[in-house]
């Protein structure tokens, strides 16, 4: 019964505990204003740092301008950082660590299963807000997408024109053998 009751209590500091968080309105290119715990906010590093160099804090009424994001792809953007709220920092780049793109975990592959369009539009609004583990996410998605098929392939995939001459297309070939499959 004493487990019981701290649970109760522990729920209930945590729920009010929520309640206190500070937020901040985000607003996006096509004028939608987004009300964000400014815990999530920050996982940005664009917004943290508009926050740090504008001198804005929780209790600014002002929302802070997104000009490059749509609120199609901002509501997504802010749906991936919530889910990713506890996860650890990702590391700075390291030319010696191997790139793998067979590590999406099941929730941000169901997250990714979208159209191109909106693919390429989360991959520019990461980029843009400077969210590391959403543009990594994204552009391993896209590396899945271009793995194991022929150029002819992926122009079909990405809606590509071929605008190579067969002789230029032929010397492209030829320079870049060594990266071809046997």
């Not at 996006?28 to 940005?44: E, L, T, Y």
């Not at 099941?106 to 539009?121: N, Y």
Request: glycine share 4%; aromatic share 8%; charged share 35%.
């Amino acid at each position: 019964m004493h487990l019981n009751n701290f649970f109760l209590a522990f729920q209930n500091f945590y729920k009010n505990a929520l309640k206190d968080m500070p937020n901040i309105k985000l607003q996006s290119s096509d004028g939608d204003i987004f009300d964000v715990d400014i815990a999530i906010a920050k996982q940005s590093g664009t917004i943290s740092t508009m926050l740090e160099d504008l001198g804005m804090d929780e209790e600014d009424d002002d929302p802070v301008p997104l000009p490059n994001v749509s609120a199609m792809i901002l509501k997504k953007v802010i749906t991936w950082c919530k889910h990713h709220k506890d996860d650890p920092p990702k590391p700075e780049d390291d030319d010696n660590i191997e790139k793998r793109t067979d590590d999406i975990d099941s929730w941000d592959q169901d997250f990714l299963k979208v159209d191109q369009g909106t693919l390429f539009e989360l991959i520019l609004a990461a980029n843009y807000l400077d969210i590391k583990g959403l543009l990594d996410v994204t552009c391993k998605t896209v590396a899945n997408m271009i793995k194991g098929k022929k150029a002819e392939e992926i122009r079909k995939t990405f809606n590509i024109k071929n605008d190579f001459t067969p002789e230029e297309e032929e010397q492209i070939r030829k320079e870049n053998e060594w990266c071809e499959d046997p």
